[in-house]
């Protein structure tokens, strides 16, 4: 008898051993796919006449959440201008018209952030907007 209830307490074991790393595994890989769906976000990002543009849009918020890998894809088309997110110690190389620079940072801060050019006194005159982590 006490075998026999020794027996099954091992199998139960083993069985819920394995079961914790069966279903392990496919949470892992269930973990990676949204990783890489949900926490990825890439921005498109254009200047011209001393403003950024995101979709036409001039100088909008940039809104992504404590966590995401954020990737910012800048371009010029019009005028020498770099990127740069205050705050974050994160900026693009300054680019010529026709050019582009990419960044990529993890957001590991919450809070607004300001963006904005810094050649000369491109902040002033309006390349300058938001970017805030929730
Ligand atoms: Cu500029």
């Not at 790393?21 to 990825?40: H, I, L, P, Q, R």
């Not at 995101?54 to 959440?65: H, L, R, T």
């Not at 371009?75 to 990529?104: Q, R």
Request: hydrophobic letters at 40%; a neutral charge; proline letters at 1%.
């Amino acid at each position: 008898m006490n075998k026999l209830l020794i027996g099954l307490i091992i199998a139960l074991i083993v069985g819920t051993g394995l079961f914790a790393f069966f279903y392990k595994s496919s949470a892992d890989m269930t973990g990676k796919t949204v990783f890489e769906e949900d926490n990825v976000k890439v921005f498109e990002v254009d200047s011209a006449n001393l403003k950024f543009y995101i979709n036409g849009v001039e100088n909008p918020d940039m809104k992504v959440k404590m966590g995401d890998m954020v990737r910012v894809n800048f371009k010029s088309s019009e005028g020498y201008h770099d990127w740069v997110l205050e705050g974050y110690n994160v900026s693009t190389v300054k680019i010529n018209p026709g050019n582009t620079a990419s960044v990529g940072f993890v957001a590991d801060k919450k809070g607004t952030f300001s963006y904005y050019c810094s050649v000369g006194k491109h902040r002033q005159n309006g390349m300058e907007g938001n970017f805030i982590v929730e």
